[in-house]
């Protein structure tokens, strides 16, 4: 797995615990249950706090 900043990770790792308290929405409002697309906010908003993450792939 891609190793990312410690920002980045801390980020992470609070949407994932979000998800699984169920209070984790996507841009539509609707519920996230997949781990993948939990990720993939959470390195979202850690891009936009100025952390240190590779764009995203096309």
């Known amino acids: 797995m891609a190793k990312y900043s410690e920002k980045a990770s801390k980020k ?3 949407v ?4 699984k308290e169920g209070k984790l ?10 781990k993948k697309q939990a990720i993939a906010i ?5 891009r936009k706090e100025g952390a240190k993450v590779p764009k995203k792939k096309d």
């Open 25 to 34: 929405k996507s841009g539509s409002g609707k519920k996230v249950t997949s």
């Open 16 to 19: 994932l615990h979000e998800m």
């Open 42 to 46: 959470g390195l979202s908003e850690a």
């Open 12 to 14: 992470v790792g609070e």
